[in-house]
């Protein structure tokens, strides 16, 4: 990063081929499950920006090849020498969805005052942050406490109107929250609970002539079958992984004029998990997660449960991250009989009826995949002696179950992201209290002093090759802790008609603003 400091940075955003692009037409969607809201400032879960993302456009996007960061609101900046002085100048004649004009005041608020109060990732990058000007209306200064590699990396967030959170104290239950007023291609429509999400072409959007379609609708469908249902029959024009079984993906991919990709997840790298409450006594004894690990089949869960869409993975970075390093994690082969000797190694001897222990597993309530998982999880932990009760939710309830510490294991899948300096800091660093009215943090409970030192070393060493060594200490740590269970390193494909044009272009693929994509005729 900083061997551009005190250069002018300026990209063109391209967008494939839009001198052919044709505009009109509607694109039919799913999203699953429904989401709790369509503005991503208030709730960053898949389905929420997913959706919220079209709305509600970010400084920055980030490239397909290598992740570097493009123009949006922003459209230049530059970086100071000593790599703490950030100054992007913004882009002209831009306006929010109510016609009120986007200014500086808008990117300060949401990033200085917004969005940290929801997000543990936003607090994070708040706390980096020692100022933020806004010397006119069209330019924005962050100052930082120290140089932070990921800073460029933490701003493809949702900006939110200033102008509507004016006399506002309690940013979390605003009423402005759920107007769904942004600045991004497409405008909220209408919500008609669990049944469909419509936006619409934002006809002043600020990149002229996009977005090309008329109309974008999310249908909200039940069950994984009748989403399969809806996609055979022309009812729904994509598919992302999740909308139906995986198991089914390989027969919708062999229909005509369908094709599917595995790209578009370069900048979030995906990575599903098991939670492992470290707060919990019992499961704060590094043995029984060893045992835990041991019992749990990964391969059985990437090639059977999902189908092969998946990769193996032992450590907490994901496959895409330039700074994995595979030499240093400990590997916990999938071994019952050792599993069951570490649990007797601990102290939890089989009772009469051989139960060592009982667990409350939270599944993830995004579908019939998960539920699987979840049975399979019971299974295999039940034959080495841990009794696991399912304590099934809905979305609302599984995330304040997480974030309160409310679980004893629980099944997710988390973006990663492409900096460790973002989404490794903020899901191993000690958290004090809980994380209860952010979206997550480090909801494992998992305290180390050592990574929180080495954490905090690497997110602020401007040395790449330093930074690289640093995070192989903190994969060979945490790999050996296992503070957790890293099922898979996923893969999510992603199913469209070959009429749907320009749908993956950039390293955040569907969940980008889709200002680029038609459709055509």
Do not use: C
Not at 88 to 98: A, E, I, N, P, Q
Not at 105 to 110: E, L, Y
Not at 230 to 237: I, R, Y
Not at 472 to 487: E, G
């Amino acid at each position: 990063m900083l061997r551009f400091a005190g250069m002018l940075i300026v990209a063109t955003l391209t967008s494939g081929p839009t001198l052919s692009a044709e505009k009109g037409g509607t694109l039919h969607l799913i999203v699953q499950p429904e989401p709790i809201s369509l503005n991503p400032g208030i709730n960053r879960l898949g389905p929420a920006t997913f959706v919220g993302n079209k709305i509600y456009d970010s400084l920055l996007g980030y490239s397909a090849t290598d992740i570097a960061p493009i123009p949006r609101l922003a459209e230049s900046w530059t970086i100071s020498p000593d790599g703490k002085t950030y100054t992007f100048k913004l882009r002209h004649g831009v306006t929010w969805h109510d016609g009120e004009p986007f200014t500086s005041k808008d990117v300060a608020f949401s990033i200085g005052d917004f969005l940290p109060v929801q997000h543990a990732r936003s607090k994070d990058v708040r706390a980096e942050i020692a100022r933020i000007e806004t010397p006119d209306a069209f330019t924005v200064v962050f100052t930082l406490k120290a140089p932070y590699p990921a800073f460029l990396r933490t701003l493809n967030v949702a900006i939110v109107p200033a102008h509507k959170y004016v006399g506002v104290t309690d940013f979390r239950s605003a009423p402005a929250n759920g107007e769904f007023i942004g600045t991004g291609p497409f405008k909220f429509k209408e919500w008609k609970k669990g049944s469909i999400i419509r936006l619409v072409r934002n006809e002043t959007y600020w990149d002229a002539g996009k977005p090309y379609l008329d109309e974008i609708d999310f249908q909200v469908v039940p069950d994984a079958n009748s989403r399969a249902i809806a996609f055979e029959t022309g009812q729904v024009d994509v598919l992302r992984s999740g909308d139906v079984e995986n198991f089914d993906i390989p027969r919708l991919a062999a229909l005509d004029s369908v094709k599917i990709s595995e790209a578009g997840w370069e900048f979030l790298q995906p990575i599903g998990y098991v939670h492992i409450n470290n707060r919990n006594p019992i499961l704060a004894n590094q043995t029984v997660r060893q045992a835990i690990v041991q019992a749990i089949d990964r391969d059985f869960i990437i090639n059977t449960l999902f189908a092969g869409y998946g990769k193996p993975s032992n450590g907490p970075f994901s496959r895409l991250s330039s700074y994995k390093d595979t030499s240093v994690e400990t590997v916990y082969p999938f071994d019952p009989e050792k599993a069951a000797a570490l649990l007797d190694k601990a102290g939890y001897k089989a009772d009469a009826d051989g139960t060592r222990f009982t667990l409350r597993l939270v599944p993830l309530p995004y579908g019939e995949l998960w539920s699987r998982q979840a049975e399979y999880l019971r299974e295999a932990l039940g034959a080495i002696g841990i009794k696991v009760e399912i304590a099934s939710v809905d979305v609302a309830g599984w995330f304040k179950r997480l974030t309160t510490f409310d679980y004893d294991i629980a099944q997710n899948f988390v973006y990663t992201t492409a900096d460790p300096g973002i989404g490794i800091l903020y899901g191993y660093r000690t958290v004090q209290g809980d994380n209860a009215g952010s979206t997550g943090g480090n909801v494992n409970g998992y305290s180390n002093p050592e990574i929180d030192a080495l954490l905090e070393q690497g997110a602020h060493e401007a040395d790449d090759a330093k930074r690289r060594q640093i995070y192989s200490k903190v994969q060979q740590i945490l790999s050996r802790d296992v503070p957790m269970v890293w099922t898979h390193d996923i893969v999510f494909p992603t199913l469209y008609r070959d009429r749907v044009q320009d749908l993956i272009t950039t390293a955040l693929g569907t969940d980008d603003n889709f200002a680029a994509v038609w459709l055509k005729k």
